[in-house]
């Protein structure tokens, strides 16, 4: 299944959802008129005992409660990922951690991220859940965050989390997350049902004396009713979770290439004494969230969210599951500190011919990377395989990407991974990282990061150096690597930041592609910088709409890489015929007449457009900066970020 096929079946599964709620909510109201009936006599005298009136009160009233539970759930979760694990309890880990579990927590997640070109999550641990559990959350890959309990850090072994956490990135790449945080808040107002009844039956009792046998019926059936929510919502999140753990599973040992690692976690969970049970009393509420099933109890198991331990071990890996040891083979704690266990590596660099083949041995000045196995020329052009070879890659990361992002890791400095996890360095970095290198510029970055702080200039003269050294394939994995840092900003420093950054991007009159789409993701994360405009006027469902927007990014994409004029003209009419739409017509903008604002705003509309306008766009983009059949490294890295914006997550490219 490929990412645009994953997510159309979540929208599928979204409807699914909704079907399933009203039909639960009417389900509800009927039984809540029916207790009233019989408990107080009401609409007994009406006709068939039918009372329109008394049954519009009921349904108004039930209806607006748990419209009421559910929109202020959904208001809760507003912020994303972040909003559900502080809901349940967790604590965000510092990514600058010196904790030894929690760093290597870090530095598998850093890798899936880089691997599957989406920006690094927010993190999590639930510090006081011994069980062995995690959950991915969020409504896009921009406010994503990824939790994982005390007992799994604990208790598993490298091997063995990265399983989980690809498994994790299966539900944030193909649309799951958004779905279950809609589950969330559409099945809250629906256990607030359960809420009130159980209140209500507790009143019951205690004035039983003075109460009358309709009465203490009306409580019990509020109470039944409340159950028959929670009933509901248990087979609603069954319903809509079991399958897709399947597929998780599956996608976890596609992006490894290492059942043993996932299946051991899933050994492991068998053989704990907590098992993978969460002990928070939101348990029940997120359960279809978790990596393996939090709620226990006779009914949890009969409807639960997960198919059964053994049913996953086995399709994982059926050697496994007749393995008597707990762990599996998934390798020993002892090779923690090394980082991944030498079988793990193994099956992880499979078919790869070393770290030569993905560009990442010496010191060559540009990538090799190409979809297509075509060895570069002496210019270090290759060939990707063209935009069918790129679009094939959106949202599937493998195994190859996996490697190669555990490279790229690698061959970045200590000190600039170690300033990117702290706000001053990532500050300094990116201003480092952008711009150009003419005088003026040089002295706009020393000028913005003082107007900063003075740490922020002291780190600038540190990582400038390193900066310059690295390869453009690192430019977008740096800046990924900086946004939980960014995050911490308050709104005063990221305004400041963001005023800095214009500085240094506008010093020299220059407008590069890559920068902007760097600068878009930048004011996505940005505390309280994130222009909405864009977003305003609902769906854009039409290209039509859209012309003047893509022909603007078109524009700056033709003219990247300092292209003459009939150069950049014919890289773009690769990307507008790529469009295929024959209403109107695009031309290219003059190279002076692109604003990095027009742009920002731009790409901020197209954000607006239907999964399958999006794609159009990103292939048009694709097509554009390999019209002639090849591209260097920087015009990918210039897709892969116009990807990342759109939602459109582009993997590394990396020879196969």
């Known amino acids: 299944m490929d990412f645009f096929e994953a997510q159309d079946q979540a929208r599928r599964r979204s409807y699914v ?47 607006g409660l748990i419209a009421g539970g559910s929109f202020t759930r959904t208001a809760q979760l507003r912020k994303g990922g972040s909003a559900v694990a502080e809901l349940m309890g967790a604590r965000e880990v510092d990514p600058s951690t010196s ?31 011994p069980g062995i559990n995690a959950f991915a959350a969020g409504y896009t890959i921009h406010d994503a965050a990824v939790a994982v309990t005390r007992g799994t850090l604990e208790q598993l072994n490298r091997e063995e989390l990265q399983g989980v956490v690809a498994h994790e990135f299966s539900h944030i790449l193909n649309g799951d997350m958004r779905l279950n945080i809609r ?16 209140g209500l039956m507790r009143g019951q009792m205690v004035r039983r004396r003075r109460s009358d046998s309709k009465g203490l019926f009306l409580g019990l059936a509020l109470v039944a009713l409340g159950y028959l929510g929670v009933f509901f919502g248990k087979l609603i999140k069954a319903a809509v979770s079991r399958q897709r753990e399947f597929l998780a599973d599956a996608a976890a040992v596609e992006f490894t290439r290492n059942p043993r690692g996932i299946g051991g976690a899933l050994r492991k969970i068998q053989a704990s004494q907590s098992g993978s049970r969460i002990q928070d009393h939101h348990a029940e509420e997120l359960s279809h969230l978790f990596f393996a099933n939090g709620v226990g109890g006779a009914l949890a198991r009969s409807m639960a969210t997960h198919p059964p331990l053994e049913e996953r071990i086995r399709r994982i890996d059926p050697a496994l599951a007749e393995d008597p040891s707990p762990a599996g083979a998934a390798g020993s704690d002892s090779t923690e500190a090394r980082g991944t266990t030498a079988a793990g590596q193994g099956r992880a660099t499979s078919g790869l011919a070393g770290a030569a083949s993905l560009g990442l041995a010496g010191d060559r000045p540009q990538a090799t990377e190409g979809l297509g196995g075509t060895v570069p020329d002496a210019s270090g052009r290759a060939d990707p395989g063209g935009s069918s070879g790129l679009m094939a890659s959106v949202g599937t990361p493998t195994a190859e990407h996996v490697a190669w992002a555990g490279q790229l890791l690698r061959r970045i400095p200590n000190q600039v991974r170690e300033a990117v996890h702290t706000p001053t360095g990532a500050q300094a970095t990116l201003l480092a990282l952008l711009g150009g290198q003419d005088e003026a510029t040089t002295t706009a970055r020393r000028e913005a990061a003082s107007a900063l702080d003075s740490r922020v200039a002291t780190a600038l003269d540190e990582v400038i150096p390193l900066v310059r050294g690295l390869p453009p ?4 994995p740096l800046v990924d690597l900086a946004l939980p840092a960014l995050h911490r900003l308050d709104a005063s420093e990221a305004a400041g930041f963001r005023s800095g950054v214009d500085r240094v991007i506008r010093a020299d009159g220059e407008v590069r592609a890559f920068d902007f789409a760097l600068l878009h993701i930048l004011w996505r994360h940005l505390p ?12 854009v469902r039409s290209l039509g709409r859209l012309r003047r927007d893509v022909g603007l990014i078109l524009s700056a994409l033709a003219w990247a890489g300092d292209r003459s004029e009939p150069e950049a003209r ?7 015929d790529a469009l295929d739409e024959p209403r109107g017509s695009m031309e290219l903008s003059p190279r002076t007449g692109i604003g990095f604002s027009e742009l920002d705003e731009a790409l901020s509309r197209v954000e607006r457009g239907t999964l399958e306008v999006r794609r159009r766009v990103l292939e048009a ?15 990918l890295e210039i897709v892969r970020a116009v990807a990342e914006s759109l939602e459109l997550p582009l993997p590394p490219i990396v020879l196969e």
């Open 17 to 63: 959802l909704v079907g399933l709620f009203l039909a639960a909510v009417i389900s509800i109201v009927i039984g809540v008129y029916l207790a009233l009936v019989i408990a107080t006599g009401v609409g007994l005298g009406s006709s068939f005992g039918f009372d329109p009136l008394v049954f519009g009160v009921v349904a108004l009233g039930t209806v």
């Open 183 to 198: 589950l969330i808040g559409l099945l809250f107002g629906i256990l607030l049902l359960a809420i009130v009844g159980r």
């Open 473 to 476: 394939e690192t430019r977008l």
């Open 528 to 539: 309280g910088q994130r222009d909405q405009t864009g977003r305003r006027g609902g769906t």
């Open 621 to 635: 983009c694709a097509s554009a900066v390999l019209a002639d059949g090849r591209a260097d490294t920087e015009e």
């Open 570 to 576: 014919s890289t773009f009419q690769a990307g507008a």
């Open 99 to 129: 904790d030894p579990a929690e760093r290597r927590l870090v530095n598998v997640v850093e890798e899936m991220s880089l691997a599957s070109g989406t920006p690094v999550p927010s993190i999590y641990v639930m510090d006081n859940e």
